[in-house]
């Protein structure tokens, strides 16, 4: 893990596993990059720089594919 200095998304933390490897900012727990055997597997952006607002936000479960919905969380 590495962390980097302060910039307009927070700081970035760089994790590798494997094949995986993700680039995360800290202001809003962003996936910058998210790759698997050099694939992306999310839209990147650059961490230094304000992405638009859907780049690097995963929602899981994808609540427009449950019923009515909304899911439950912890019970």
């Not at 927070?10 to 694939?39: K, M, N, P, R, W």
């Not at 992405?51 to 919905?69: C, E, F, Q, S």
Request: with cysteine.
């Amino acid at each position: 893990m590495q962390i980097t200095n302060m910039h307009c998304s927070g700081q970035t933390v760089s994790l590798a596993a494997g094949d995986y490897h993700a680039t995360i900012v800290t202001v809003g727990a962003g996936l910058a990059e998210l790759t698997f055997q050099g694939c992306h597997l999310v839209i990147p952006h650059k961490p230094e720089e304000m992405p638009l607002a859907h780049l690097g936000k995963v929602l899981i479960p994808w609540p427009n594919r449950i019923a009515n919905g909304c899911y439950r969380y912890q019970g």
